[in-house]
């Protein structure tokens, strides 16, 4: 499958919500593009270096145990809380949301994506909107984040 060279970009954190109402079975990556990702369709385990049977992505969907609260929110903290990913796997790293089949799990429980089809790149200014979202929480979190020992 072929990625299309010009991606529609969001630009708000309304409008990627927008996207997420509209669409099942949407999920955001973090990766250098379709263009790098796609002529394998397979991410690699980072500690043992062994393929995966798809792109390691995280869903969008909202879970049914939301139970009707703001899909903003939702969305908010699904980019937030691996917004480190662009800092800590170098330049060129960055979110885009594709359309997908989860076709197994990788080995932190995320899902692995076959049958990728590109949707739109992810503004950074939508990151930022999706931080400024998470600390207005009573209850706020850091991002998904592992340091060495």
Known sequence: MSAPDDLPVVHTLAELVGLVERHQGLYVRWSRG??????????????????????????LDVEEWWEGRPVELWVARRLYDYAHLPHDKGPGVRPWVLKGRERGRGPDNEPLVADVQPMRWVEDRVIEEARAEVKRQENTWGPLRRTGR
Do not use: F, I, Y
């Open 34 to 59: 379709p263009e790098a990702d796609l002529p394998s369709v397979s991410s690699t385990d980072d500690l043992t270096g062994v393929p995966m049977t798809g792109l390691s992505a995280n869903p």
